[in-house]
């Protein structure tokens, strides 16, 4: 029978190359809802391909416009809206997969309510484990939802893992995070403050959103997974290495305690892991191109302590950092993060006071042990407002 997937954030760079995927292997799999945040015309022409049961936007104003556009073109498609409706698609009866691409945390609602129903959870939004830590995790065991990495390092990782993962702690010495160093990589630290905005976006290797592009280019986004790599894999902090790999050809490692390592490969395209998380446990032809050993460059590597890669990436230790303090405190680095970049984005910071904001963030916001959603919105709502205070600070 054909798989139904929900894909959450549609529009976006994960959610259309995960709909790339489907469509090539319209027997294995339907599309059953699509959300996205405000692109109706995108919505639309994905709509008229797919024709899903629902399409969900989050502003009220984008679902009534695309409501419209899909009257008037008589497609079966009905059009939802808001958040509440997300997390109703998300959960649906009739949703077999759900793919989570909506960025930031906004998307821990609705990874929670595919999580509870237990779904075929497809986490692409590594913020859902960034936030929601051991909550996320504990609504995957109790609503017995199959939780599968869609980030190229946690893919690589999970298929370099034993099957048996009660044995991952005891078989395993170390996980290795590979990271490019994104276009900043031989910069030297002196002068990122000159960074705009489109030289952060603008990528070596991988073709991302700008968000997730700007983190690549300070290397929160590598902090981010080290700290989803802690709550997917359930090694402690120390057991988790980062490692520059400019080619981003080896997509993370696995070492195991007779110093062997296992690592997968592939060409810097998201369809192979999206591919690999649709179909598993099979595998199915993803549409990206294999790579070609007779052609590869040279791989190589370099630690986080050469080339001053620990002055230029600063907020790559906050990961270790937050999962050695309170619980919640990921949630604030998050928070801090989101706002932060947005600030430079709209050029109200320079790039290297990113990771300024989040310092003082950090220091103003010391959470309790978030027990509910509830909570966790909180302190994240806390987090924004301190992570705004320090930007105007800044400004000033």
């Not at 009257?71 to 759900?98: C, F, K, N, R, Y």
């Not at 044995?167 to 990271?179: F, G, M, P």
């Not at 290397?219 to 997917?232: D, F, G, P, S, T």
Request: charged share 20%; with cysteine.
């Amino acid at each position: 029978m054909k798989q139904r997937v929900t894909v959450l954030g549609s529009t976006g760079s994960v959610g259309a190359n995960t709909l790339d995927v489907i469509a090539r292997h319209p027997e294995r799999f339907e599309v059953f809802a699509l959300s996205a945040s405000s692109q109706v015309d995108l919505m639309l022409r994905q709509c008229a391909q797919f024709r899903p049961s629902f399409a969900v936007m989050a502003q009220d104003d984008a679902a009534r416009a695309l409501a419209d556009r899909i009257a008037s073109e008589g497609l079966p498609t009905q059009v939802l809206a808001g958040a509440a409706a997300i997390q109703s698609v998300a959960g649906h009866e009739s949703t077999d997969v759900v793919m989570a691409a909506i960025v930031g945390a906004a998307g821990l609602a609705a990874c929670l309510a595919a999580a509870r129903a237990g779904k075929k959870l497809l986490l692409a939004n590594k913020e859902a484990l960034v936030v929601g830590g051991e909550l996320f995790l504990a609504a995957v065991r109790e609503g017995g939802a199959r939780l599968l990495p869609i980030d190229s390092e946690h893919s690589a990782i999970f298929q370099s893992l034993p099957e048996d993962a009660a044995s991952w702690d005891a078989r395993v010495e170390k996980i290795i995070l590979t990271a490019s160093g994104g276009p900043f990589r031989t910069r030297t630290p002196e002068s990122m403050r000159h960074v705009t905005p489109e030289q952060a976006c603008a990528h070596p290797n991988w073709v991302m959103g700008r968000k997730i592009s700007v983190d690549s280019a300070t290397m929160m986004n590598k902090a981010l997974e080290v700290i989803e790599a802690r709550y997917l894999f359930g090694l402690a902090p120390q057991r988790l290495e980062v490692v520059i790999h400019p080619q981003s050809v080896i997509h993370s490692m696995v070492q195991y305690r007779d110093t062997s390592v296992v690592a997968q490969l592939g060409t810097p395209d998201m369809r192979v892991p999206i591919a690999y998380g649709l179909a598993w446990p099979e595998r199915v032809a993803s549409g990206a191109q294999a790579l070609d050993f007779s052609t590869l460059a040279d791989m190589s590597f370099e630690s986080l302590d050469s080339r001053g890669h620990r002055e230029r990436f600063p907020g790559l230790q906050l990961a270790w950092d937050c999962l050695a303090a309170a619980p919640g405190t990921t949630a604030v680095l998050n928070a801090a993060n989101e706002v932060g970049v947005a600030a430079f984005l709209d050029r109200r910071i320079r790039f290297d006071q990113i990771h300024a904001v989040n310092l003082a963030t950090l220091a103003a916001v010391l959470p309790s042990k978030p027990a509910t959603l509830q909570d966790l919105l909180a302190v994240d709502a806390q987090a924004r407002a301190a992570a705004n205070q320090a930007i105007a600070r800044l400004g000033a």
